[in-house]
């Protein structure tokens, strides 16, 4: 069965899961989930995710939700084929994934997420953004990319030496914040801007980026 | 070697790695971090964790932390031993694992921290409970409520049948909570509280909750 992957390409959560799928190789049905007219609070798609969010991943027997747990499925389904994204043959490395991994989940995301959504999201419903939470959130990812500056110092990417999911979680959410008036705190931070150019530079990331044109409405 | 644990028993992070240590009978040594001296911000410990945030887990060649990247490691090397917190035999159980370990970090503990955090740890160094905060949170916990009230209907843990995980990463922050004047949002939920009540009644978790005595100062 060809994966059903419901979502919005738009979407920095859908991006994620769509990049995974490139970086393996692996064959998949986008279906658009329309968020505008409310079809993700709809019976039919809450019975698939009852937060009502996308992305929702359709495989064989088994539905799955939450982007983060979507893309540790597909890189475990399908180690054996396209990029190694989880270490699986070594316990160590696997273990350095899965902590940075959780960085970008509980210290970069809630970091960058507010300042997309203030900056993108509010304006497309006619919503002003609110500079003060832009400002505190920018506060937090500095600090934010400063541990990372240093981690990039000595390791070419996050988890070391190689490209990993945690790494890959970072693409989309990172793609729309370069589109933002403070891009300097990546580029102004040499070890963090070489390792964005790598990580966007990568085929499966110039795939995902071109269904990504929120602010290019 | 004897896993290291950097981190306070009454911290909920280091409770959640406690559980998971407990429930998989793995012998571990706790390394009090004098958190009021701001020992996690002194050089030290910052080369342990740059985020300078405990718990932290070291072990032979491998130092880790995020708490739930520590226990999907404690989870996945002891596989053998205790209990199958992971579902490591069945693809899909084990897939179900993450979709709800994902839930509890990205729905339930942004909406229970901030309560816990209000409640019980501003008035420890002086600082008044903001009301409004806390009402936030508990209508954005009720919403979750109600939908673990209707998974828990059809399963008797969160992924299945099954005690995993994604169940054990809730006990330390529902300890607190259940200690709050809102634990009704729990007792009022008839399958929610079942669930409750079954997974604090594990010994693993009543081992953990003797060093949770945050608020019996």
Not at 22 to 28: G, P, R
Not at 30 to 56: I, M, S
Not at 71 to 89: C, M, N, P, S
């Amino acid at each position: 069965m060809v994966l059903k992957l419901h979502g919005l390409s738009v979407s920095i959560s859908t991006a994620r899961v769509v990049a995974c799928l490139h970086e393996k190789s692996v064959d998949f049905e986008l279906v658009p989930v329309d968020l505008f007219a409310c079809e993700n609070k709809q019976p039919e798609f809450l019975a698939k995710n009852p937060f009502g969010k996308v992305p929702v991943l359709e495989d064989d027997d088994i539905t799955l939700f939450e982007s983060r747990a979507i893309t540790a499925y597909v890189a475990e389904k399908f180690k054996e084929t396209g990029h190694d994204l989880i270490r699986h043959e070594n316990l160590n490395e696997a273990a350095l994934v899965k902590v940075w991994t959780e960085v970008e989940s509980k210290q970069y995301n809630p970091a960058i997420d507010p300042i997309i959504f203030e900056f993108f999201a509010k304006p497309v419903v006619g919503m002003e953004p609110d500079q003060t939470v832009i400002d505190a959130s920018l506060e937090k990812l500095k600090k934010v990319l400063d541990v990372y500056e240093a981690r990039l110092s000595n390791k070419k990417f996050l988890a070391g030496d190689f490209y990993s999911l945690a790494d890959l979680h970072h693409f989309p959410g990172t793609f729309y914040f370069m589109k933002t008036p403070w891009s300097s705190l990546v580029n102004d931070r040499p070890h963090v801007k070489a390792w964005w150019e790598e990580i966007s530079a990568k085929p499966a990331s110039k795939k995902v980026a071109e269904g990504m044109n929120f602010g290019e409405v």
